[in-house]
């Protein structure tokens, strides 16, 4: 039987135990510290990213931390519109088939439920890189790590979810991985069309995590530590007025800033509208761009910990 | 770190719906063999038997209508080979009351049997079972102790160059279990 803990695919937040979860953020910590000493890691070792739709930013970040610990990456961001797809090839056999190419598969696909479809049939390790509406679990861990790399701790935080709760996967899958930690209390901050749905409720509840729920972002932020800020949908809105009226409610500007805390943060996922001022940027508390960068060495940490 | 090298996978011995039904069976053949479950306490061997364990109690809550005792079960202490390399600790074992009950141990794999041996002893600190069972959810053969499983999912020959791992959706995120060339 195994001993120690190891980890074949990345599916989903879930997944992780609490152990496992600080065995990434330390060594994504190490990474992150002492980049160069992890450079020749995965000599010799290939990383196939399938994007099935497209995304920038997250395919960059994975081809950057497989190259920086010295793989090599090759793929497609259009998977869906010119391989095999096209010809009709089920996901399962194209994975069968690229899994036979590479060591590890990066899979973005457009339907919930891809990366549990694609680890089923692969003979190498599958990371989720987001599934349609479901999840995204690296966001997730990049979001934990960048708590705890700012704050200094993830047990005892008080957090605010701030914005579209309901559409947002981002928050929800950040939601599940808070709740292996202790004394976390969750403020969601939205407007009621978007709220945060049930099933995380739920979960929270089954998980002694207390949360409670107000429209007020004001009353809420001289109490939390992290304040996660998520851009209001303009396609979820039936009309252009309900909209621009609930949009500006929870923009962040330095009058947001004046409320929290000295040593809170800021926090968003990225790409931003106007949901938060410009003018927050130079508040040391604008910890957005830097949990960005924070994806980089999670992604290191992950790839590391499936291939090495 | 990692003490288990990744390794290649060679083939899938059992996919999500083999792995539902054989727990599905053991369910009916542990009320069937003690004739209920009233007396029984499932306990299951971190890391992996202690998911297989919760969900044979949910089939044998669903199977009886009523509650089951279910633990878990740290035997890193309790392993023959800790002189030889630091055991991994799954963390606090979780133990009912056992003392007069039978108990089925669940784990993922057997191989040696040294682990159900180990299991058998951290068992002991916690109480006296009216008689203690074996449940796994693969039988790989290359028994070197006198141990033998009550309850099998799968028997699968196996040689020593090859693993069986079973993934679990509770830490893998999907459930399989696959044989993986070391």
């Given at each position: 039987m195994a001993i120690g803990s190891r980890l074949r695919h990345v599916v989903e937040s879930q997944q992780f135990s609490r152990a496992l979860l600080e065995e990434l953020l330390d060594r994504a910590g190490d990474m992150k510290a002492q980049p160069h000493h992890f450079s020749g890691r995965l000599n010799g070792q290939v990383m196939?990213?399938?994007?099935?739709?497209?995304?920038?930013?997250t395919r960059l970040s994975f081809e950057a931390a497989m190259l920086r610990l010295g793989g090599r990456t090759m793929g497609t961001d259009n998977a869906r519109e010119f391989s095999s797809a096209a010809k009709g090839e089920t996901l399962e056999d194209t994975i069968r088939i690229v899994s036979g190419y590479a060591d590890?598969?990066?899979?973005?696909?457009?339907?919930?439920?891809?990366?549990?479809?694609?680890?089923?049939?692969?003979?190498?390790?599958?990371?989720?890189?987001?599934?349609?509406?479901?999840?995204?679990?690296?966001?997730?861990?990049?979001?934990?790590?960048?708590?705890?790399?700012?704050?200094?701790?993830?047990?005892?935080?008080?957090?605010?979810?701030?914005?579209?709760?309901?559409?947002?996967?981002?928050?929800?899958?950040?939601t599940y991985l808070l709740s292996?930690?202790?004394?976390?209390?969750?403020?969601?901050?939205?407007?009621?069309?978007?709220?945060?749905?049930?099933d995380i409720k739920h979960h929270l509840d089954e998980h002694r995590v207390p949360w409670v729920e107000s429209e007020d972002l004001d009353a809420?932020?001289?109490?939390?530590?992290?304040?996660?800020?998520?851009?209001?949908?303009?396609?979820?809105?039936?009309?252009?007025?309900?909209?621009?009226?609930?949009?500006?409610?929870?923009?962040?500007?330095?009058?947001?800033?004046?409320?929290?805390k000295k040593n809170a943060i800021v926090m968003h996922p990225l790409p931003r509208v106007d949901e938060i001022a410009p003018e927050v940027d130079s508040d040391p508390r604008a910890a957005y761009f830097r949990q960005a960068r924070n994806g980089l060495f999670i992604r290191m940490a992950l790839l590391d910990k499936v291939l090495a | 770190m990692s003490t288990v090298q990744q390794g290649r996978l060679k083939a899938t011995v059992m996919d999500a719906d083999q792995i539902r039904r054989s727990l599905s069976r053991i369910a009916h053949e542990i009320v069937e063999r003690n004739h209920g479950a009233a007396d029984v306490v499932l306990i299951g061997v971190m890391a992996k038997g202690d998911h297989l364990a919760r969900r044979l109690a949910d089939s044998l809550i669903e199977l009886e209508g009523?509650?089951?005792?279910?633990?878990?079960?740290?035997?890193s202490n309790h392993r023959d080979d800790r002189h030889l390399r630091v055991p991994a600790h799954r963390g606090p074992s979780e133990v009912p009351d056992i003392d007069g009950k039978v108990v089925v141990l669940v784990d993922d794999v057997i191989h040696h049997g040294r682990t159900a041996r180990a299991a058998m002893d951290a068992?002991?600190?916690?109480?006296?079972?009216?008689?203690?069972?074996?449940?796994?959810?693969?039988?790989?053969?290359?028994?070197?102790l006198p141990i033998r499983p009550d309850y099998v999912g799968k028997n699968v020959p196996t040689s020593d160059s090859e693993r069986i791992e079973v993934l679990v959706t509770e830490e893998d995120g999907i459930d399989q279990a696959v044989i993986v060339a070391v």
């Open positions: 196939a990213a399938l994007f099935y739709e497209p995304s920038t930013r590890v598969i990066v899979l973005r696909h457009n339907e919930q439920g891809a990366a549990r479809r694609a680890a089923a049939v692969s003979s190498v390790p599958v990371i989720n890189a987001g599934d349609g509406p479901g999840q995204h679990p690296t966001q997730a861990l990049l979001d934990l790590y960048t708590i705890r790399d700012e704050i200094g701790h993830v047990d005892g935080i008080r957090i605010a979810m701030v914005g579209d709760l309901a559409n947002g996967r981002t928050v929800r899958s950040l292996k930690f202790r004394d976390i209390r969750i403020s969601f901050v939205s407007p009621p069309q978007v709220a945060m749905r049930d809420v932020l001289p109490q939390v530590d992290v304040v996660y800020q998520t851009r209001i949908q303009k396609e979820r809105f039936s009309d252009e007025a309900s909209y621009l009226a609930l949009k500006g409610v929870y923009r962040i500007d330095n009058s947001t800033l004046a409320r929290m | 009523a509650p089951i005792a279910v633990g878990a079960l740290d035997i068992l002991m600190d916690f109480g006296r079972p009216r008689a203690i069972q074996l449940a796994v959810l693969v039988d790989r053969g290359h028994r070197e």
